[in-house]
């Protein structure tokens, strides 16, 4: 799987949804490889979206249609300032990856100094998460190559999140969690409190 980051301060959040509700009904069935997306405003006037495909190449010709170079060049005006991106070639999947009935979504971004052992220990406490943390139906883990990361964890509500966020860790896990966070270096935290999941239509 390959995730593209797509984020920018937005100006018309009106023009925003009818330029995405544009793309899904006329160019979504002819972009080959498109797995899905999950998009979402946030509190700061902050639009993101972790948009899917099966591979970089994908994306690629989905990037060079010429239909969507002119419908990018509509949606562009509706953000303020520059929108930046993040490709990710390299993704991970625990509990299950994403799910289409989260009805919260936080999105972490950062850099770290061993994107690789990050991957590594969210596949050593996934089945204690589980039972700690029941909201928590799934999460992605997206890397750059480099050092930046972008990491999504979807849950039930945002009220079940924020309640499970005072449960004590159990000792034999401490030391995992603050490695992570640890490594996870200064993160800047986007919160999708209505979330938009679309899979693709097959």
């Excluded at 937005?10 to 925003?16: C, H, N, P, R, Y």
């Excluded at 509700?21 to 700061?44: H, K, V």
């Excluded at 930046?84 to 999105?107: H, K, L, N, P, Y």
């Excluded at 596949?123 to 928590?136: S, W």
């Amino acid at each position: 799987m390959f995730i593209q980051l797509i984020q920018g301060k937005v100006a018309d959040e009106a023009g925003l949804r009818q330029c995405m509700d544009r793309w899904r009904d006329e160019l979504q069935p002819g972009a080959t490889g498109y797995l899905g997306a999950t998009s979402g405003m946030c509190s700061d006037g902050t639009y993101i979206a972790l948009v899917r495909f099966e591979s970089a190449e994908a994306a690629a010709r989905n990037s060079e249609r010429p239909e969507q170079g002119t419908w990018w060049a509509e949606t562009e005006r509706c953000f303020d300032g520059p929108v930046t991106f993040m490709d990710c070639a390299e993704v991970s999947e625990w509990m299950g990856g994403g799910s289409d009935a989260a009805g919260f979504v936080q999105v972490m971004e950062g850099h770290s100094r061993d994107t690789a052992r990050m991957r590594a220990l969210l596949t050593q406490v996934e089945g204690e998460v589980q039972k700690a943390r029941p909201e928590i139906l799934g999460g992605t883990l997206g890397t750059d190559g480099k050092d930046g990361y972008v990491e999504a964890v979807y849950f039930t509500s945002e009220a079940e999140a924020r309640a499970h966020e005072r449960i004590e860790i159990p000792d034999d896990l401490r030391s995992l969690f603050e490695e992570e966070n640890e490594l996870m270096g200064e993160v800047a935290y986007y919160d999708m409190r209505e979330p938009v999941m679309e899979s693709a239509r097959r």
